[in-house]
């Protein structure tokens, strides 16, 4: 079985990243395959999109580029979209933004990955995207090339992380400084717990989860708290910086099994 790995992203290199991807995730089509990849831009600035929808070509051919100018528009678009393959949102918009945006699409388009866009680069900021799901963060200020890398590797099933995340640790993590490569079974964790915490750091919300492995709500529940538990963490935002620090290394999940736990 195939083997993943998770590395802490550094502030020259954007081939080291919070990465997670995986043979058996089916659900997100990969450039060139089948019809026209959708990407979803959301920003206020038409010119930002105009120029982003250049810059995105290399992603897939042949690619088709929305664009919404709210967060509002983006949902609209989003319930007559419903193969979009991926949402590109900046978090400094009028209205509803990016923040409150990206939060209600993680509920009503829950298997879209969700990239935060933003001029503010803090951790702060990007703690506050990845809690409203987001699967990625980039900063305005990255170059072509890292924002490129950054949305192939979410397309791949991975979380892209900028480097601001890691200059502190979190307080509920901060005991983590592994020397190198981890496996989830040197937590304490079973292999199905492996399995819920490769799809909690993807963002999957716990229905999804429990219909992607066939487990009960129950389940889910109780292998999500052994999981925090093993990271000493409490949410899924302290999570994927733990798996970061960690370098964990997954295996694909195993096929779902009805009823199983």
Not at 193 to 204: F, N, P, S, T
Not at 235 to 240: D, L
Request: glycine share 10%; aromatic share 4%.
């Amino acid at each position: 079985m195939a083997v993943w790995l998770i590395q802490v992203a550094g502030p020259t290199h954007v081939a080291r990243h919070a990465c997670l991807a995986g043979p058996g995730d089916s659900m997100r089509r990969q450039p060139g395959e089948g019809s026209a990849m959708k990407v979803l831009l959301v920003d206020d600035h038409q010119l930002f999109r105009e120029g982003m929808a250049l810059l995105l070509q290399p992603l897939a051919d042949p690619l088709q580029v929305l664009g919404a100018g709210s967060a509002e528009a983006a949902l609209e678009l989003l319930a007559a979209h419903p193969d979009v393959d991926l949402v590109v949102m900046d978090l400094g918009m009028p209205g509803m933004g990016g923040l409150s945006g990206m939060a209600l699409m993680r509920v009503r388009h829950p298997a879209v990955p969700l990239v935060a866009l933003s001029s503010v680069d803090d951790k702060p900021t990007v703690l506050q995207a990845l809690d409203a799901g987001a699967m990625g963060f980039v900063p305005k200020s990255a170059s072509a090339g890292v924002m490129l890398a950054a949305l192939r590797l979410i397309l791949s099933n991975g979380i892209y992380l900028p480097p601001s995340v890691f200059l502190a640790a979190e307080p509920a993590a901060a005991g983590f400084q592994a020397p190198g490569p981890r496996h989830p079974e040197q937590l304490g964790l079973t292999p199905r717990q492996a399995d819920v915490l490769y799809l909690i750091l993807q963002g999957k919300p716990a229905k999804l989860i429990e219909r992607e492995l066939g487990l009960s709500a129950g389940t889910v529940k109780a292998h999500t708290s052994a999981v925090l538990r093993a990271l000493n963490v409490t949410t899924r935002t302290q999570a994927v910086v733990a798996a970061g620090r960690l370098q964990l290394r997954f295996s694909a999940p195993a096929a779902a099994t009805p009823a199983s736990g």
